[in-house]
């Protein structure tokens, strides 16, 4: 059998490895686009106080993510170094998941700020013990580029589901489970129990279905300081981690934002006239067809404008999540096969950057122009999801390329840590910029004009500003197309003189 036919990866075995990350995503959903509002709104937390627990754990959680990579890159057992990270970790995972979204009856605020942050801790420290394992097993199921590609793209279409299942139907699934007397604490704590369920199963899943190809050389001797200054002094290494820090801290105000945004931005009459048009509002209770009985089963119907939040937000959340599952489909292997990856990302980041600073713009009656921007921001945003991923293999691959040294774990969670510092930053920057404009914390409160402004700019402005230094840092990364395939050319002709197998 020759070298690349044994990098050749099953469609069976791309489809176990991407539920792994539709669990991981079941999780890391729900903190950008629910978190900081389940802290103000649900926990009762002032805004200051919710992002800086969010803040808190997401920093503990990225300190913490380098150590689980080194610790992986010297785990050593008959399923290989990072798959049994996956199973060890999928029962705690999925039980400190529910824990950190169930108050167990606490009613001081300031106990329950500490339970906030210890609970989130906890979920964090998991998750971290989960996906770095996780991530790195994408990068050593085969070293085949187009084969690397195809891996993450199947991974993302799985991920824009899990994305349309959170951010769709968390609202809608929390007010049926909250029964009639509308327990919300109760509705979230079912909702979550259901979420963890699925997470424990798809995480076995993903253990037994995938299998790790690519080992470090074995002359290979074990070194943490090199491993480490060989990651950092890497130029591309060094982009990517801007890139991804930016990122996620966009990501992560803009998905707190836009919680608030529907909720007090846009005309909730409005809201429900166009849910009236889109079939999913009828004042007079007029249940006809399959369809419409279907979705009143389920609580996904409105019925009075004071429904609108809820359904409208779904719907928004539902329409980005398919339309950027279409364009990972349709779009992300077709443009970095073709243009490359770097130049495929900075153009959808840069549009990405455009399309999200334009939701300043709608008035509060623009409805359908607020879901027009959503159409074309997720279009846009698509094709970059899978590559970022992608990006962090052949990072791995190019310290490999020049120091002659494998550290994988290291590599992703290094990358990770930039994650969770920027989904920390991000959620703590919202409700920080949301307190400073006068934001009033509860569930139902009504905000001043001024507090609808901060709103207004944390969802739009700041969030597009902070992607275009995301694409600044691109322009620095030197992994271009021709220079990934020929890198890869050398580093298989190294691994077939060694005899990796």
């Not at 489809?15 to 539709?22: I, T």
């Not at 327990?183 to 979420?195: D, R, S, V």
Request: with cysteine; net charge neutral; hydrophobic share 50%.
């Amino acid at each position: 059998m020759s070298y690349l036919k044994k990098q050749e990866v099953a469609l069976g075995e791309k489809l176990g490895y991407s539920l792994g990350d539709v669990a991981a995503n079941l999780v890391f959903q729900m903190m950008m686009v629910f978190q900081l509002k389940f802290y103000t709104d649900v926990f009762g937390l002032e805004g200051t106080i919710a992002g800086s627990v969010f803040l808190i754990a997401c920093i503990l959680g990225a300190f913490i993510d380098p150590f689980i990579g080194i610790l992986s890159d010297r785990t050593n057992t008959k399923w290989g170094k990072y798959r049994p990270w996956i199973l060890w970790t999928a029962l705690p995972f999925s039980v400190f998941y529910v824990l950190a979204y169930h108050n167990p009856g606490i009613e001081d605020k300031g106990l329950v700020a500490v339970y906030a942050t210890v609970s989130y801790i906890l979920l964090i420290i998991m998750y971290a013990c989960s996906s770095i394992p996780y991530s790195s097993l994408g990068g050593v199921m085969t070293s085949n580029i187009k084969e690397r590609t195809s891996i993450n793209a199947i991974r993302f279409i799985a991920v824009s589901i899990a994305q349309f299942v959170v951010q769709g139907l968390t609202l809608p699934l929390v007010n049926k489970f909250g029964g009639e007397e509308g327990n919300i604490q109760q509705g979230w704590t079912m909702t979550i129990a259901l979420f963890a369920v699925v997470a424990f199963i798809f995480l076995l899943i993903t253990f037994f279905s995938t299998k790790e190809r690519i080992q470090p050389p074995p002359t290979q001797e074990s070194s943490l300081k090199r491993d480490f200054l060989d990651t950092v002094s890497d130029i591309p290494w060094r982009s990517l981690f801007v890139l991804v820090l930016f990122i996620f801290i966009t990501i992560s105000m803009w998905g707190a934002s836009m919680n608030y945004y529907f909720q007090y931005n846009i005309d909730q009459k409005s809201m429900f006239d166009f849910l009236g048009m889109v079939g999913l509002a009828d004042a007079h209770h007029e249940k006809e067809g399959f369809w419409f009985t279907f979705l009143q089963s389920f609580n996904l119907i409105a019925y009075k404008p004071s429904d609108a939040y809820s359904i409208g937000f779904s719907l928004f959340n539902m329409l980005g999540a398919v339309i950027q599952m279409l364009g990972i489909i349709f779009l992300s292997e077709f443009l970095a096969n073709r243009y490359g990856k770097k130049q495929t990302f900075i153009v959808c980041l840069s549009l990405t950057a455009l399309f999200t600073a334009m939701f300043y713009l709608p008035s509060p009656v623009d409805i359908s122009f607020i879901f027009g921007l959503c159409f074309f921001k997720s279009l846009a945003y698509a094709p970059t999801v899978p590559l970022m991923w992608s990006m962090m293999g052949d990072v791995a691959d190019h310290v490999e390329y020049t120091s002659h040294r494998r550290a994988t774990g290291l590599c992703f969670s290094s990358i990770s840590f930039a994650l969770k510092m920027g989904l920390g930053l991000g959620g703590a920057l919202a409700g920080t910029i949301l307190s400073c404009f006068g934001y009033v914390s509860g569930l139902n409160g009504v905000q001043t004009e001024t507090a609808k402004e901060g709103i207004r700019l944390v969802s739009s402005i700041v969030p597009a500003i902070l992607f275009c230094v995301g694409v600044i840092a691109l322009l620095f990364y030197p992994i271009s197309k021709t220079y990934n395939e020929n890198m890869q050319v050398e580093l298989s002709a190294r691994r077939r003189k060694l005899d990796v197998k």
